[in-house]
């Protein structure tokens, strides 16, 4: 007999992360499909299966589904905008707020949206959340969108989160207005471990430079369940807390390389069985501020990592200087 989803422990989690080329419906038939994400203007933009969603950034070339695979039965649905689905052990949702350019306020919103969402779900841990909005570095000093964003969320969520309460995270901009603001999570029964990475400073920790509000995230989540992979966060060219080589995208490239092998040196003190960065299991998504530079990133990427399959997309990191950023999932 298939196991139903409330028969399943907490720390018998699953999680598989895949770029994959195959018609959407076909992979939404798959047993244990938590949810897929498509990409860019060749993507559906909308399904009625409450498991698909339609990321709107830009992608490079013809990108593949992101499907999230489990072990457990999956049961869907959509309640008050919120689309979720779940398996007894690990819950995606999403939710979009319009956005009329008040970022903090979409922020803020969106953010008390989740946490009442999460406060009465049965998956109270957030383990990773992508965020995407409008314009993300328009206006200046503390009215940057970013910031304004890093404001709202605080507020949303009520109070700054403790370090060890802090979900991985990716912050982007969209190149093009869409007038709404893009939330999606992983949320667990159980809480994991978040990470930090010993060459950057806690984005939590951020001086007072960098806006009124540090970030909430850590660069990574280690997940209660050795079935599942490192949940890595959206990693710049960032070292302490500044941003280097604003002059080269190539240089930056190598930079988040280095802060990505560090990230999961870190993680592997924890989890020995983890592999080292780039095997067979790891799974990396670019985003690149400008679009004559998604080719280039392409390529760097298929030479660094010529076995993996990837995702690269056109969208801003949330530094003006930022000419990429890398995301993903690893073991
Ligand atoms: C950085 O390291 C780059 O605010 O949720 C990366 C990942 C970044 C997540 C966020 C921001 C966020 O500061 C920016």
Redesign the pocket.
Known sequence: MPPTPHTIAPADARLRVEYRWAPLDALLAEPGLLAVFGFGDDAPATHADPRYLHVALPAFGSAPFECWQVGGDVRCGRHDGIAWSEDGTLQFGALEIPDDGDAEAATRRAYERLQAWLGGSDYPHPLRIW?YLDAITDGDSDDERYRRF?VGRAQGLGRDLAPGELPA???IGHPLPTGRLQLYWLAARSAGTPLENPRQLQ?WRYPRQYGPQA?G?ARALLPPSPGMPLLI??T?A?VGHASRHGDSLQTQFEEILANLDSLVTAARTLRPGLPPLASRQTRLKAYVRDAQDLAMVDALLAQRFPDLPRVVLHGH??RRELAV?IDGVHG
């Open positions: 965020n890093c995270a990716t912050a984005a970030p995230f966060s959206g710049a960032i990191v949330c950023e």
